[in-house]
Structures are given as C-alpha cells and as structure tokens.
C-alpha cells in the first residue's frame, strides 16, 4: 500500500514503470541476454567481450582509454585485464612514446574470438534493429548518447 503524504511537499516520482533509470535496467537485462547466451559457452564475460570488441575496433589503447570506451571504472578494468592478460586474450606493453603508460592490444587468441563470433553478435544486433525499426533504432542510440553528455 502506498505510503501517504506527510510533511512538506514532496516531488512526485515517476511510476517506476516510467522511470528511466528502471527502464534502463530492464532494457539492458533484455538487451544483454542473447549476448550472454553467446558468451557463456566461450567461457568469457560481457566486459570481456567489450573490451575485446574495442581492442579490436580501435587498435592498441592504453586503460584510460579503453575504460571510456568500455564504459567500466579503472579498478574494474584493472582486474579484468589481468585475467585477460593471464588467458592470452590481451597483451600489455609499454608505450614507446611514454614509458610510464601501458598500451592494452587484442592478441590473435582475442581476435579469434571476435572473429569465431562476429555472425551470432551480428545477428543479435540485427533482431535489435528489426524489433525497432531503423529509424527507431537510430533515435535510441542518438538519445542514449545525448544522454551520455548529461
């Protein structure tokens, strides 16, 4: 049962049917699945697949970078690719230019899972597509990113 109003006036939240940070979860549950589903069998995470996906998108980046780009926080990154650099799937280098910085690269192993799997994640991207339409598709990412810039 709802709580009733006491006190000072108090801002009126959104029905958390209609909440962004809500629908957000339950998109990206709905959204990640079929990639889990892919992953789970390669024996690898979804921050494994992205960052991966990054690496080989955009060549040697060091973590500050690939963390932007991966969306996941230097301590986090850290850990995941230790154990990527462990399982040969990432290699770890020092950056000529700047011997202080380690620049992160896709090893062949890395590539070759981008590679094994790059028709089954293009697939999930297109039912994305056909479940939307383009235009709507398009208008999501384009919102999403406004977003991003809050």
């Known amino acids: 049962m709802p709580r009733s109003q006491t006190g000072p006036t108090r801002a009126k939240l959104p029905s958390t049917r209609r909440s962004l940070p809500i ?32 690496l080989s998108e955009h060549g040697a980046l060091d973590a500050t970078h690939l963390g932007e780009r991966t969306s996941l926080l230097l301590p986090s ?18 950056d000529k230019a700047d011997r202080r910085r380690q620049m992160l690269e896709i090893t062949a192993a890395g590539q070759q899972i981008i ?25 999501l990412l384009d919102a999403l990113e406004k977003l991003e810039r809050l």
């Open 23 to 54: 629908a957000l979860m339950r998109a990206r549950e709905k959204v990640m699945g079929p990639v889990r589903e892919m992953l789970a069998p390669i024996g690898i995470t979804e921050q494994q697949w992205r960052i991966l996906r990054v």
């Open 77 to 94: 990154l850290t850990r995941i690719i230790q154990a990527m650099v462990a399982n040969g799937l990432v290699t770890r280098t020092r």
């Open 115 to 139: 590679d094994d799997n790059r028709d089954r994640a293009g697939q999930i991207a297109d039912g994305y597509v056909r479940h939307l339409g383009q235009e709507q598709f398009e208008a």
